[in-house]
C-alpha cells in the first residue's frame, strides 16, 4: 500500500500529466499535418522539417516522462521549447498578445479554456495536498 501511494505522489502525477500532454501533441500533429503546417507558419517558421522534429521531440519526450526516463534531461529541453514557443510568439504578435490579456479571465467552452482549467485544477489540487 505504500508503494503505491508513493507512486501517486504529486510529482509522479505532474509528470505523468504533463508526460501526456506532450503525446497527445505529437500525435494530434501526425494526424493533423495542415494544422501543424498553419500553427508553425504563424511563428514564421516555415520549415516542414522543424514540424516533424518537433512531433518526435513531443512523442518521444513525453513517453520518457510518462516512463521516467532521463526526467531531468527531458524537462529541461521542455523548459527551452517552451521559451523558445514564447519568444516566437512575443516577436510576432507581442501587442496583441498584450492587448488580448483580458481573455485570461473569461471561460470559454472551448478546448483551450476547458485544459486550461484542468491544469488549474491539478495545480490547486496539489497545493491542498500540500498543507
Known amino acids: 500500500m505504500n508503494s503505491i501511494k508513493n507512486n ?10 504533463i508526460g501526456l500532454v506532450f503525446l497527445s501533441a505529437g500525435i494530434y500533429r501526425i494526424f493533423n499535418w495542415q494544422q501543424a503546417v498553419i500553427e508553425f507558419s504563424r511563428l514564421n517558421l516555415n520549415y516542414p522539417i522543424l514540424i516533424a522534429l518537433m512531433m518526435i521531440l513531443e512523442i518521444a519526450g513525453g513517453l520518457m516522462l510518462i516512463f521516467n526516463i532521463k526526467t531531468k534531461k527531458v524537462l529541461l529541453v521542455f523548459i527551452l521549447f ?3 514557443a514564447l519568444i516566437a510568439a512575443f516577436a ?8 488580448g490579456l483580458g481573455q485570461l479571465f473569461v471561460f470559454s467552452p472551448n478546448p483551450t479554456d476547458v485544459f486550461l482549467h484542468f491544469t ?8 491542498l495536498g500540500k498543507k
Open 8 to 17: 501517486l505522489n504529486p510529482e509522479n502525477l505532474l509528470r505523468l500529466f
Open 82 to 84: 517552451i521559451l523558445i
Open 92 to 99: 510576432v504578435a507581442g501587442k496583441n498578445i498584450i492587448s
Open 120 to 127: 488549474y485544477l491539478i495545480i490547486l489540487l496539489y497545493l
